[in-house]
């Protein structure tokens, strides 16, 4: 069965620091992968989104990117975070030729 | 872009009672599931579906994608259903991309 791990859980980092989420996927190949922040008490919101190795597409200008070096490895990374970057992050795949999404953990990310 | 709204925003039940929440959506679509985000923030997948009706236990979801929206029933409810519910939707011309809903936040008292 397919699986998907995101770490770490928690995270806090002053601002200014470089930031670097990680998930993998097992049990499938070529997945679709995409990272997602939550404020708090608010919706979903896609950043990224990955159909294939080195292929990222991004739906909204921030201070984030994302890579894919692997075939079902999904980082996201900043260089320099900001206070606005707090949130919680989560990692979803699907398969290439599927619909339906899953997702990981989610990652709790405050910027102090 | 494809504009997903959940209604109502929030809702409180007492334990036992039954309720719908809404999802609507402005455009045609490939597919459309239900997650709920537990207190923890796991998102679970409840239901994946992009037209008809569906059953699982004391939930079950309906849509009718003609007319750009979904339904999900909670019968007997129970604590253990609180958290968010959210529609999330694949656009027929967005490629790949789930879009959320904003959730509808659901406390069942006990």
């Known amino acids: 069965s397919q699986t998907i791990h995101q770490w770490p859980a928690t995270l806090v980092q002053p601002v200014g620091s470089p930031l670097s989420l990680e998930c993998t996927v097992e049990?499938?190949?070529?997945?679709?992968l995409y990272w997602y922040r939550q404020a708090a008490g608010r919706g979903l919101q896609l950043l990224f989104y990955?159909?294939?190795?080195?292929?990222i597409s991004s739906e909204v200008p921030q201070n984030l990117s994302a890579s894919r070096p692997q075939d079902r490895q999904f980082i996201l990374s900043s260089k320099k975070l900001l206070l606005s970057d707090s949130g919680f992050y989560l990692c979803?795949?699907?398969?290439?030729?599927?619909?339906?999404?899953?997702f990981g953990q989610g990652t709790r990310l405050t910027v102090v | 872009g494809i504009q997903v709204e959940q209604s109502p925003p929030d809702l409180i039940l007492q334990e036992g009672a039954n309720s719908t929440l809404r999802c609507n959506f402005s455009?045609?679509?490939?597919?459309l599931q239900w997650f709920h985000q537990n207190p923890w923030g796991q998102l679970i997948n409840l239901f994946y579906i992009p037209s008809g009706t569906k059953q699982n236990g004391r939930l079950s979801a309906t849509t009718v994608a003609t007319e750009r929206y979904s339904l999900l029933y909670i019968s007997s409810s129970q604590t253990t259903d609180s958290g968010v519910y959210f529609c999330?939707?694949?656009?027929?011309?967005?490629?790949?991309?789930?879009?959320f809903g904003a959730g509808t936040r659901l406390f069942v008292k006990a």
């Open positions: 455009d045609s679509v490939n597919n």
């Open positions: 049990g499938t190949s070529n997945p679709n």
């Open positions: 999330a939707v694949e656009p027929s011309t967005g490629g790949f991309k789930t879009i």
């Open positions: 979803a795949w699907s398969r290439g030729d599927g619909p339906e999404a899953f």
């Open positions: 990955s159909v294939g190795i080195g292929q």
